[in-house]
């Protein structure tokens, strides 16, 4: 094989032969610079070829005996394992996964270290397995019986060429970090199935497909390999180790597969996971669709409708997230005149801009399936194009294009945003108290591992993992790092385990980490997703992106065609850039800032006992607070006004999808049943002070016939008392018209078509149920709101009344019933965990607006 000189790989796609700024992400990835990466060794291709051919014949030999023996000896394999008690499956796991790490997140115990210590041989071997195969440890066998079987199945499914990317994936924290010891080689290798780690002559389009790879990164990907095979060749022998020769087949084995292993699963979570895999060895290799891309857009735009839905509707809500802010170090630090303005800013943009990073690709998603003929819009959008364009947009570009969105929206919208949450997010106060005051914005904004060394220990990360999770996802672009996927993994292992991982569950309930760390896995899952249909995004440079972004007139006319038919919701336009910076927001919000301190001062009490004094200060709340909506509202139509081109009018910037989810306050119905409420207490208070009147009238009456018939009694002859009538008193005459036995029934009426339809029947439901649904309607229950209620609970009075629930997959459930099927998101967690009030509330506007449900539709059976 012609062999290729070092330079000729890097030199193939970098602009500046001694810069790595402008290096082509797969050539950096494969030969980093000498003056970054250090290799232990500078191998001849003999070697190097050696070496790769002996991982290969081991990994192959592994697979096959892996698939055998399943295909063979699978149920007893299963049997065998479920039987066992705790004790043997950690005797067998531990002897199987002998040199892995015993705890879960070694790679990152490793990463801390290196700040505190530096990178050391020493370092290197002590935390090579870990950085190998991260995720795979002795303990997530431990923790949950069905992730060995889980990941045995799923090597057994996929060949090792299909685990290729995976793999090396998994690797590329501890590559990027340089904790993994590689040598050099300019040995090229194939990634492809036919021909899985055979030497081939180096192309450049091959190789920026990822269907070749350079030795310094084929020797750690093909190690890590041969390391996990090896490893789950020994478990199935130790499994088998005295069961004889018995061959029973595997249908058992594949049954039990088709649920996980459902009934080995330890760990139950249902909430709504961070769409990453928690841990990636652990889950399928990503596949191309669009569904699911579809999916998990429309879950996201529902959750930011939701949040935004409760603070215009809800005050409790409101006041609570307002007061948390209010508490927090960050507004007390601002300056005199500022500090309601940047709440107002903290309150509304964060969840608006979360809005606007997934609107467009919403529409991109609906346009690719418009241009694959999948949409009832497909031949009118084709047919506008035709008539302004001769160059049709095909959807492999729009694809292209939305991974380029995708990358920008990170970089400019997301990543701003969890630093936001570093900077104000008052979970963080406990563990970042200034000690000079600027502590936490050194966090924040240091780029170099070094800046940030006397704060990245291994002790304080295992104080706060979540702190250092997050500040290191902030800094997500520094492609010297890239240990964000690794931590959004270790994130939904923390949150589903709050107590277990130094969380603070009462601070993190007024948090919003998990939402935006579910946006941005969301985002990092598409380009994943979106990398597996066309292999050459997987390491397209930042200009490349930005070339592809820029050629984008076509696609936007096509986004404009189907904003004109309506198509993918109202939204107004897919690529709208602001021309106002978050500091001239936050001053236009001052007027706003100034309505959210009235409502905030109304002090409103928590527990509302529905009192006429309460009641009243509800209602001021409500109008201060939809005073404090219109004019975020307006605010934001200014912003659109002034980021569209001439000639937008404000009719349609209103019809937008970007200001709809600003219309909730105008809802009437909180504020009619205040009234109401008022009024009936008015009524009742009235009709008590008349009753009283009365009664001290009667009484007077009485002690006054008292004291006459005292005084009459001190007398010897007293008279008798004369009988008292009321001459206007008269002897009611007797009904003669009341009908008898004998009489026929008056005529019934006609029947009048226009007339209302009568009520629906009432569902009926038990006691402990109706208690549990008069806490998704408060207002029209006037329930007090006392106690927890967890989402079992939830699952068990919808059961009650004729809605069982179905888990389908992460998030979501699913309700049948005799009037149709609602799917609903649950929080995150397991069924033990309770649900917050805001989301009580969501479930009764979900079940309202599909079934027309309200608290008057039960009846206690």
């Not at 290196?114 to 066998?141: D, H, K, M, N, W």
């Not at 249902?270 to 699911?292: E, Q």
């Not at 009459?712 to 008269?730: I, V, W």
Request: neutral net charge.
């Amino acid at each position: 094989m012609a062999s290729t000189t070092f330079k000729a790989h890097p030199a193939a796609c970098r602009r500046d032969p001694v810069s790595t700024a402008q290096t082509c992400e797969i050539c950096n990835d494969n030969y980093r610079h000498l003056g970054i990466r250090t290799y232990t060794a500078f191998l001849k291709e003999d070697n190097a070829l050696a070496i790769i051919k002996a991982h290969l014949e081991s990994i192959t030999s592994d697979h096959a005996y892996i698939c055998q023996q399943i295909s063979a000896r699978g149920d007893q394999i299963l049997t065998r394992w479920k039987r066992f008690r705790p004790n043997r499956r950690a005797d067998i796991t531990r002897k199987a996964f002998e040199g892995f790490p015993k705890s879960n997140w070694g790679h990152l115990h490793a990463y801390f270290s290196v700040c505190e210590e530096g990178i050391t041989p020493a370092a290197r071997q002590r935390s090579r397995q870990s950085l190998l195969l991260p995720y795979v440890s002795q303990e997530i066998f431990l923790q949950d019986p069905a992730n060995l079987l889980s990941m045995l199945d799923l090597r057994r499914e996929h060949v090792p060429a299909e685990w290729a990317w995976v793999d090396h994936k998994a690797s590329q924290f501890g590559r990027r970090i340089n904790l993994l010891d590689m040598s050099y080689s300019d040995a090229i290798f194939a990634t492809t199935a036919g021909a899985y780690g055979q030497p081939v002559k180096f192309e450049h389009e091959a190789f920026h497909r990822w269907q070749q790879i350079g030795f310094p990164v084929a020797q750690v990907l093909f190690e890590a390999q041969h390391t996990l095979y090896t490893a789950l060749r020994k478990v199935t022998d130790v499994l088998l180790d005295g069961a004889g020769d018995k061959s029973d087949g595997d249908s058992l084995w594949k049954a039990s597969a088709a649920t996980n292993f459902a009934e080995l699963t330890r760990t139950q979570t249902m909430g709504s996971d961070l769409y990453l895999p928690i841990r990636p060895l652990l889950a399928p290799p990503p596949s191309f669709s669009l569904d699911p891309m579809a999916e998990m857009i429309s879950a996201r735009l529902e959750a930011i409708d939701e949040e935004l839905w409760l603070l215009q509707t809800d005050i409790i809500s409101a006041y609570d997230q307002v007061a948390t802010f209010a508490q927090g170090d960050y507004f007390r630090r601002q300056p005199f005149g500022q500090k309601w303005s940047a709440i107002a800013f903290e309150l509304t943009q964060p969840l608006l801009s979360r809005a606007k990073f997934w609107s467009p690709l919403d529409v991109y998603i609906e346009m690719i399936r418009i241009l694959k003929g999948e949409s009832p819009y497909s031949e009118e959008v084709h047919r506008s194009m035709a008539a302004v364009t001769d160059s049709p947009v095909r959807p492999d570009q729009v694809l292209a294009y939305t991974h380029a969105a995708i990358r920008c929206h990170l970089e400019d919208r997301l990543v701003p945003i969890v630093k936001g949450a570093l900077r104000k997010d008052r979970y963080f106060d406990r563990s970042l108290k200034p000690v000079n005051g600027q502590t936490r914005e050194m966090l924040v904004e240091a780029r170099d591992m070094l800046q940030r060394k006397h704060q990245l220990t291994p002790k304080k990360f295992e104080a706060d993992p979540l702190l250092w999770a997050m500040t290191e996802i902030s800094k997500s672009t520094q492609k010297s790092i890239g240990a964000d996927l690794d931590l959004i993994a270790v994130i939904d292992d923390l949150l589903n385990s709050p107590s277990d991982n130094n969380i603070d569950s009462s601070l993190l309930a007024h948090s919003r980490i998990l939402d935006i760390l579910l946006d941005y896995s969301g985002a990092r899952w598409m380009q994943s997703i979106l990398e597996a249909h066309d292999p050459r995004l997987k390491h397209m440079t930042g200009p490349e992106l930005d070339a592809i972004k820029d050629d984008h007139s076509n696609i936007l006319l096509a986004a404009s065609t189907l904003f004109i038919l309506g198509s993918a919701g109202a939204t107004y336009c897919a690529e709208v850039q602001p021309v106002w910076t978050g500091e001239q927001i936050q001053q236009r919000l001052a007027k706003a800032g100034d309505l959210l301190k009235r409502f905030h001062e109304i002090k409103l009490p928590a527990d509302p006992k529905r009192t006429l004094n309460w009641l009243e200060k509800a209602k001021a709340a409500r109008t201060a607070l939809d005073a404090f909506w219109a004019e975020v509202r307006e605010v934001e139509i200014d912003v659109m006004l002034a980021a569209h081109k001439t000639g937008t009018t404000r009719q349609s910037v209103e019809q937008s999808k970007d200001i709809s989810v600003l219309n909730h306050y105008t809802d009437p119905e909180f504020l009619e049943t205040i009234e109401a409420d008022i009024e009936e207490l008015k009524a009742e208070q009235q009709a008590e002070k008349d009753r009283k009147l009365n009664k001290r009238k009667a009484d007077d009456e009485d002690e006054k016939r008292r004291l006459e018939d005292a005084r009459f009694a001190s007398s010897a002859t007293s008279p008798k008392k004369p009988r008292t009538s009321n001459k206007d008193e008269t002897k009611q005459p007797k009904r003669k018209d009341l009908p008898t036995a004998d009489t026929p029934p008056p005529p019934q009426a006609p029947f009048d078509p226009l007339s209302p339809p009568p009520s629906p029947a009432k569902i009926p439901a038990s006691a402990a149920s109706l208690q549990i649904l008069a806490r998704l309607w408060p207002h029209q229950s006037r329930t007090l709101e006392a106690g927890t209620i967890r989402y079992s609970d939830f699952i068990a009075a919808l059961a009650d009344i004729g809605y069982p629930g179905t888990h389908v997959k992460g998030s979501i459930w699913s309700f049948s019933g005799p009037e149709g099927t609602i799917t609903l998101h649950a929080p995150h967690g397991k069924e033990a965990t309770p649900v917050v009030r805001g989301k009580l509330l969501y479930f009764g506007r979900r079940l309202r607006k599909h079934f027309g449900w309200g608290w008057r539709r039960f009846g206690e059976r």
